[in-house]
């Protein structure tokens, strides 16, 4: 927190947002943008909510490719960035603004004073939640970030396995620390289905976050998946939300949304 103090309490705080919620993980690759992702559509589609989605994976911005949008935001007289819309969500990323092949190599300091670019700097308009996919992990950023955005609450995503569900606590812990409360656990990459003979394969392991989230006194809110639909669905910026409305997994997101 120290080492971020330049900015003050509420310089990352969002005019005009009645919640914001954090998608985070303790690790990367865990699946955390694929849920943000399919969450804020479903908050959308499903809950009829005015939603946006802050990207604030400032090393890995996903939310272009994954929500399909690739112009750049306009800017008004103001000088304020306007999120850019699709499946019902206002979108902000740092992948808008920055070349899509251009490393992103930046010290914390620039971090928080990019995200409060796109926290405070952006026309949200009026919005029920915001749904901010955090940068993966418990550093100073993302302490500074969880205390300074006013998080009314945060879900934590993690696959099955040891290494990342060792992650997860910390993140969990994290937020504790600030006094956010955790909203629940989110188990991704559950299982995998064998689209041949039906029979599930436990490649990262069986029930690890049903444990933890047992041991931590969290609610495990979804069990998720591998399904060849949910990543073709991130790659050609359809969420499984939008281009299978119908399925289990959608179900499950939904159901994440109307919980939340
Ligand atoms: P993170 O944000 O934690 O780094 P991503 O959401 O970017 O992770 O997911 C990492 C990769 O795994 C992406 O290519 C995504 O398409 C894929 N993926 C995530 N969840 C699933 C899932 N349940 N089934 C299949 N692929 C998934």
């Known amino acids: 927190i120290r080492s971020y103090s330049v900015l003050s309490n509420d310089q990352l705080r969002i005019n005009g947002v009645k919640d914001v919620i954090a998608v985070a993980s303790g690790k990367g ?11 804020a559509v479903a908050l ?9 989605l802050l990207d604030a994976d400032v090393y890995g911005p996903s939310v272009p490719t994954m929500m399909n949008i690739h112009q750049k935001p306009e800017v008004t007289r103001d000088m304020k960035m306007i999120p850019i819309e699709n499946y019902g969500v206002k979108c902000m990323s740092m992948g808008f603004l920055v070349d899509k092949d251009a490393p992103i190599v930046w010290r914390g300091p620039m971090v928080m004073s990019a995200l409060q670019k796109m926290s405070k700097e952006v026309e949200w308009g009026g919005l029920d ?13 993302q302490l500074t970030m969880s205390q300074k955005l006013q998080l009314s609450g945060a879900l934590i995503v993690s696959t099955p396995q040891d290494v ?18 955790i909203l629940g656990l989110i188990e991704n990459m559950s299982c995998f289905k064998c689209p041949h003979c039906g029979e599930p394969s436990f490649i990262f392991g ?3 976050a049903r444990r933890t989230a ?3 006194g969290l609610q495990l809110v979804a069990e998720i998946p591998i399904e060849v639909d949910i990543r073709k669905g991130c790659d050609e910026g359809i969420p499984i939300v939008v281009s299978a ?3 289990v997994v959608s179900k499950a997101y939904c159901d ?3 919980n939340v």
């Open 245 to 247: 409305p119908d399925s």
């Open 214 to 216: 047992a041991e931590m």
């Open 206 to 208: 069986v029930g690890g």
């Open 164 to 181: 990342a569900l060792i992650d997860a606590r910390r993140g969990v812990r994290m937020f504790s620390k600030v006094q956010v409360p």
């Open 256 to 258: 994440v949304a109307q």
């Open 44 to 52: 959308a589609i499903k809950c009829r909510l005015k939603v946006g």
């Open 29 to 39: 690759g865990v699946g955390k943008s694929t849920t943000a992702v399919n969450l």
């Open 129 to 141: 939640i915001l749904v901010v996919d955090m940068p993966p992990g418990t550093g100073d950023a």
